[in-house]
């Protein structure tokens, strides 16, 4: 769960200064995001992958609220 937090905790700046880097991250930890996540996680790799940071932002608090 330490990790998971520390990750999204780092998604979650990256996509709020809209750093193009959210992509690797997300890439990087995608089976640690599937697991944890795994009705949002499509939502929030294809908001990543399109460059739509505001909406990847929502869709992995939403997330991580719900998992709470």
Do not use: N, W
């Amino acid at each position: 769960r330490a990790q998971l937090d520390l990750v999204c905790d780092r998604l979650d700046a990256m996509l709020a200064s809209d750093d193009a880097g959210a992509g690797e991250l997300l890439e990087a930890h995608a089976d640690l995001f599937h697991s944890a996540f795994p009705l949002a996680y499509r939502t929030i790799e294809a908001d990543v992958r399109s460059f739509d940071s505001e909406s990847a932002l929502a869709a992995l608090r939403a997330a991580r609220k719900a998992a709470q």
